[in-house]
């Protein structure tokens, strides 16, 4: 089992950063690879970054490519995600995943509100 827990959302205006941390607990050995997701009103819940835990090797989503950056700090178990020029259409309730071999886990989320 693991235990995911954000923080860091809130309301920012657009051009705004924010910057969000995921800790994780548990069973932290058997994680491949930690991302943050997004979900906005009426829309499906997106891939935003993800890192593979033990190379550090990421990806993106094109939206976010060059504005956002993913981290892990593999000694505090904890994946962070800034975020810097945010747009509107950045606003979404933002999720830390964590994927194993046999599970996919996710944290409560934290909203993410960019004013413009």
């Known amino acids: 089992q693991v235990h995911l827990a954000e923080s860091g959302g809130g309301l920012v205006q657009a051009g705004g950063s924010l910057r969000l941390s995921c800790a994780a607990s548990?069973?932290?050995?058997?994680?491949?690879?930690l991302g943050w997701y997004r979900q906005a009103p009426g829309k499906q819940r997106e891939s935003v970054a993800r890192?593979?835990?033990?190379?550090?090797?990421?990806n993106y989503a094109d939206s976010v490519k060059g504005r956002f950056t993913i981290s892990r700090d593999n000694a505090k178990n904890t994946v962070d995600l800034q975020m810097n020029s945010l747009k509107s259409e950045d606003t979404a309730v933002y999720y830390c995943?964590?994927?194993?071999?046999?599970?996919?886990?996710w944290g409560q989320g934290t909203q993410v509100t960019v004013s413009s």
């Open positions: 890192i593979i835990r033990s190379s550090g090797r990421t």
């Open positions: 548990g069973s932290i050995f058997s994680i491949d690879v």
């Open positions: 995943n964590a994927q194993t071999t046999a599970a996919n886990y």
